[in-house]
T-cell receptor, first 113, second 109 residues
């Protein structure tokens, strides 16, 4: 069966520090991968999605970046965090094609101080 | 692109009553409509979905209806229980997912 792993679960980082969040999927090949951010009490904002290795699409311009070095690995990064980067970050995957739902990772709660 | 609107943003019901959450979408090419439930501090989880060739789907106390002509779909929860309290998100999808802004449901015991 397929599983998605996301870490760390919580993170407190100072302003200006770098960020690296990792997400891996097991039990499937060539998944579509996604990074979402959820501010406190708000909806789901799509940040990046990837349909294959090295293929990254950005939905919202910001100081974050994403990379997909391997088929089932998706990394969210920042060189210098801002206070506004605080939030709940969710990785998600689904099989290629339409008509199938997302499966979300357990999320990373990032607090920038 | 797709635009998904969700109403209401907050909803309080008495235990045992029904709850209805409504969403509208703009892209007639959208063909898959999932609903997610997110409990506080946890990940969203798929609770029910419907494809564009179906008008209604039911799973125990949860049902979803779809009106393709009017481009709206709804989540119906009957006999609500306190554990139904959560934030619910609708989504409309073609090649990408577009989420509604969420409905915070509180079931009052």
């Amino acid at each position: 069966s397929q599983t998605i792993h996301q870490w760390p679960a919580t993170l407190v980082q100072p302003v200006g520090s770098p960020l690296s969040l990792e997400c891996t999927v097991e039990g499937t090949s060539n998944p579509n991968l996604y990074w979402y951010r959820q501010a406190a009490g708000r909806g789901l904002q799509l940040l990046f999605y990837s349909v294959g290795i090295g293929q990254i699409s950005s939905e919202v311009p910001q100081n974050l970046s994403a990379s997909r070095p391997q088929d089932r690995q998706f990394i969210l990064s920042s060189k210098k965090l801002l206070l506004s980067d605080s939030g709940f970050y969710l990785c998600a995957w689904r099989v290629t094609g339409t008509g199938v739902g997302y499966t979300f990772g357990s999320g990373t709660r990032l607090t920038v101080v | 692109g797709e635009n998904v609107e969700q109403h209401p943003s907050t909803l309080s019901v008495q235990e045992g009553d029904s709850a209805v959450i409504k969403c509208t979408y703009s892209d007639s090419a959208s063909n898959y409509f999932p609903w997610y439930k997110q409990e506080l501090g946890k990940r969203p989880q798929l609770i029910i979905d419907i494809r564009s060739n179906v008008g209604e789907k039911k799973d125990q106390r949860i049902a979803v209806t779809l009106n393709k002509t009017a481009k709206h779909f709804s989540l119906h929860i009957t006999e609500t229980q306190p554990e139904d309290s959560a934030v619910y998100f609708c989504a409309a999808t073609g090649n990408q997912f577009y989420f509604g802004t969420g409905t915070s449901l509180t079931v009052i015991p």
